[in-house]
């Protein structure tokens, strides 16, 4: 599939349509294939990534800084204590400035509209690395994960068990841009955002596919997908031990696996709370497809870059 994401951002799913993701997902796979072979393409040598990091992360910042140079550019990491953005200086000089050095910004923020602000003051494509909204990059991930593992995504159903946050939000945007049926069970009152949740079943309309919300578990009998992330999310950590009670009976073990369908996989974003969440052994049972939904961070980001950069 032909596509022209060139200077594209990229904060959500939403800001792509399906035939957009698909492209990007397409040219994941082949240079997974390509990577594989040993091959490598260096179409962007003398581009710059800067990764402008609030929080910490392993895949993101791996994932982006490998598939940078992998292309034959180079990726710059700016951590939390170096740019101090919205601190040391506001968002919109961050954005002018750094525009005028790179060739595109990675950023994982903590609100939304920080990513927001590098794009509207900013004239280089902005990757939405995590907000406290939304994680578009891991879901491109989840997608191609799905896609590799039975061939379509139209016509599955992904159920999430958790905590109603960015990984939610992302996933109910992902699966109503590209026909994934997406539900999402968490514990009263630890809901997705109410307006990605609104916003994604408008979407659905199109792609026809199901985005659901409920508080009961028995929503994840016969899921063809089982996918989970922490409790508690980054900046959470004061409220840790008053979630782990409201998400009792919340954990994917083996007997929620059982009662998935037969084929189905299991998918975590990582990094896990094994014990909470989810059980070491589901992770790394038969049907995780976990450590393959890690992989992919590098092969559907290295898309995203080429297409974008
Ligand atoms: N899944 C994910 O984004 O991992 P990191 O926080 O390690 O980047
Ligand atoms: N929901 C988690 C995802 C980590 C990759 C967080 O925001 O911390």
């Given at each position: 599939?032909?596509v022209?994401?060139?200077?594209?951002?990229?904060?959500s799913?939403?800001?792509?349509?399906?035939?957009?993701?698909?492209?990007?997902?397409?040219?994941?796979?082949?240079?997974?294939?390509?990577?594989?072979?040993?091959?490598?393409r260096?179409?962007?040598?003398?581009k710059?990534?800067?990764?402008?990091?609030?929080?910490?992360?392993?895949?993101?910042?791996v994932?982006?800084?490998v598939?940078m140079h992998?292309?034959?550019?180079?990726?710059?990491?700016?951590g939390?204590?170096e740019?101090?953005?919205?601190k040391r200086?506001?968002?919109?000089?961050?954005?002018?400035?750094?525009?005028?050095?790179?060739?595109g910004?990675?950023?994982?923020v903590?609100?939304?509209?920080?990513?927001?602000?590098?794009v509207?003051?900013?004239?280089?494509?902005?990757?939405?690395?995590?907000s406290?909204?939304?994680?578009?990059?891991?879901?491109?991930?989840d997608?191609m994960?799905?896609r590799?593992?039975?061939?379509?995504?139209?016509?599955l159903?992904?159920?999430?068990v958790?905590?109603?946050?960015?990984?939610?939000?992302?996933?109910?945007?992902?699966?109503a841009?590209?026909g994934?049926?997406?539900?999402?069970?968490t514990?009263?009152?630890?809901e997705?955002?109410?307006?990605?949740t609104?916003?994604?079943?408008?979407?659905?309309?199109?792609?026809?596919?199901k985005?659901?919300?409920?508080?009961?578990?028995?929503?994840?009998?016969?899921?063809?997908?089982?996918?989970t992330?922490?409790?508690?999310?980054?900046?959470?950590?004061d409220?840790?031990?008053e979630k782990k009670?409201?998400?009792?009976?919340?954990?994917?073990?083996a007997?929620?696996v059982a009662?998935?369908a037969p084929h189905?996989?299991?998918?975590?974003c990582?990094?896990a709370?094994?014990?909470?969440?989810i059980?070491e052994?589901?992770?790394?049972?038969?049907?995780?497809?976990?450590w393959?939904e890690?992989?992919?961070?590098?092969?559907?980001?290295?898309a995203l870059?080429?297409?974008?950069?």
């Amino acid at each position: 599939m032909k596509v022209d994401l060139r200077g594209r951002s990229f904060l959500s799913l939403a800001d792509f349509t399906a035939d957009e993701i698909t492209a990007v997902l397409e040219l994941a796979e082949e240079l997974k294939r390509e990577r594989a072979a040993g091959a490598r393409r260096d179409t962007h040598a003398g581009k710059t990534l800067a990764l402008l990091f609030q929080k910490p992360s392993l895949r993101t910042r791996v994932s982006f800084d490998v598939a940078m140079h992998e292309l034959g550019g180079d990726a710059l990491y700016l951590g939390p204590d170096e740019v101090g953005v919205g601190k040391r200086e506001s968002v919109a000089d961050v954005a002018t400035v750094l525009s005028r050095y790179v060739h595109g910004v990675a950023a994982r923020v903590f609100g939304h509209d920080v990513v927001e602000g590098l794009v509207e003051y900013g004239d280089v494509p902005v990757i939405n690395g995590l907000s406290d909204l939304l994680h578009p990059c891991q879901v491109l991930a989840d997608l191609m994960t799905v896609r590799e593992r039975f061939g379509k995504l139209e016509g599955l159903t992904l159920v999430y068990v958790g905590d109603g946050n960015n990984v939610a939000n992302s996933l109910m945007l992902g699966g109503a841009v590209t026909g994934l049926n997406v539900t999402i069970v968490t514990p009263a009152g630890f809901e997705a955002d109410a307006g990605v949740t609104s916003r994604a079943q408008k979407l659905a309309a199109n792609s026809r596919a199901k985005i659901a919300v409920t508080n009961d578990l028995a929503a994840a009998n016969g899921a063809d997908v089982l996918y989970t992330d922490v409790w508690a999310s980054m900046g959470e950590e004061d409220v840790a031990a008053e979630k782990k009670q409201a998400f009792a009976g919340f954990t994917v073990d083996a007997d929620m696996v059982a009662a998935a369908a037969p084929h189905a996989i299991v998918l975590h974003c990582l990094p896990a709370h094994y014990g909470e969440e989810i059980t070491e052994d589901v992770a790394r049972g038969p049907q995780s497809a976990i450590w393959d939904e890690a992989e992919n961070r590098l092969h559907a980001q290295k898309a995203l870059l080429a297409l974008v950069l």
